[in-house]
């Protein structure tokens, strides 16, 4: 009877042995990837099926010791996109994906665009991104609504600058975030001139006057005296007169504006009606947006493009005074 007892004791101690060499020589056995290796761990996974998961992936193959090490570690795995390199060793790997740094997608909107363009920079990185979904929720009254904005759609209020995107992001995550931003922004400038924001009426009309300030130049400096010079139309009761808001209309960014387009009963005709548009015509940065709310004091009324090569404008007080500044931009462009 001793005997069988100290088989089975030395039998236990000799499987004991070998699993504690096991599992040594595995935390020291690196991953299997030969290249970093992109993963998806969905939201409330075990380590039993993020073990699964990295058996699938190429990347750890003992699923069971994988297991075993988070229980004793009690390891708190996140979700998300990650990113594993080559040849991690256990420890490391677990580190990773409790650590939760998920990678990111980096995307840059310019200033300006119009919502219809920016799927040309978003494809870059989201090649499954649709145009045709994007603008769709971009016009869906229901769905802007649901995002805190109080308008018909989202023009205006897809905040232009750098995000830091999730890995895998589609359409309507993309609007959500760049609408936060811009909602984000908002609660930041409204204090910034309570005067000209009731003036103008709120933030979907701040964002409908940087809009046009936006479009009209790309120069910084002159912002602010292209925003005064608005804002003393508005109060002289006398049209905008901004060439982009008909370009809007007929998605007509470049080339000539021709005269029956000038003539358009479209609202967004600021060369025809007076007062605001019903809403931005592009996405305005947080530079027109500022120099909308912090305009230069002027007592211009007109401006023109000098068209030498400067991206600069001629300001004037008069119809007068600007009839002969448009003779020399076009003299100007006759050089050119």
């Known amino acids: 009877m001793k005997k069988w007892i100290l088989f089975v004791f030395l039998l236990i101690l000799i499987l004991t042995a070998f699993l504690f060499f096991f599992a040594q020589n595995s935390l020291k056995t690196p991953s299997f990837n030969q290249k970093p290796v992109i993963i998806e761990i969905p939201v409330g996974s075990s380590p039993k099926k993020v073990s699964k998961i990295l058996h699938k992936k ?4 003992e699923e069971k010791l ?3 090490w988070c229980k004793i570690k009690k390891c708190a795995l996140k979700a998300g996109w990650f990113e594993i390199p080559p040849h991690q060793k256990l420890p490391d790997l677990v580190e990773i994906l409790e650590k939760g740094e998920n990678i990111v997608q980096k995307v840059t909107i310019p200033e300006g665009r119009a919502s219809w363009e920016m799927p040309f920079y978003l494809q870059k990185v989201y090649p499954k991104l649709q145009s045709a979904v994007w603008d769709s929720l971009i016009q869906n009254k229901e769905f802007t609504q649901s995002l805190g904005v109080k308008a018909s759609n989202l023009e205006g209020y897809l905040l232009p600058e750098t995000y830091l995107l999730p890995y895998e992001c589609d359409e309507a995550c993309i609007i959500k975030t760049m609408v936060k931003a811009n909602l984000k922004l908002r609660e930041e400038l409204k204090d910034m001139n309570p005067a000209i924001w009731n003036k ?6 701040v964002l409908t006057l940087a809009s046009v300030v936006e479009e ?6 002159e912002r602010p005296l292209i925003a005064g010079v608005f804002h003393n139309r508005l109060r002289l009761d006398m049209p905008l007169g901004a060439d982009p ?3 809007f209309i007929f998605k007509n960014l470049t080339g ?3 005269k029956s387009q000038l003539n358009s009963d479209n609202p967004y005709n600021t060369r025809k009606f007076k007062g605001l548009m019903p809403g931005p015509i592009s996405n305005p940065g947080r530079h027109a947006i500022e120099a909308t709310l912090r305009p230069d004091t002027t007592k211009m009324l007109y401006f023109v493009a000098k068209d030498d090569g400067s991206g600069e404008h001629f300001f004037s007080k ?3 005074e600007h009839n002969r500044y ?3 931009a076009a003299q100007n462009r006759a050089k050119n």
Not at 58 to 61: A, L, P, R, S, V
Not at 200 to 205: D, F, N, R, S, V
Request: glycine share 10%; aromatic share 12%.
């Open 58 to 61: 190429n990347i750890w193959k």
């Open 256 to 258: 000539p504006i021709y």
């Open 318 to 320: 008069s119809l007068e």
């Open 200 to 205: 103008l009426g709120g933030w979907h009309q």
């Open 66 to 68: 994988f297991e075993v």
């Open 326 to 328: 448009k003779n020399i």
């Open 245 to 247: 808001t008909v370009r």
């Open 216 to 221: 009209e130049t790309g120069n910084p400096k």
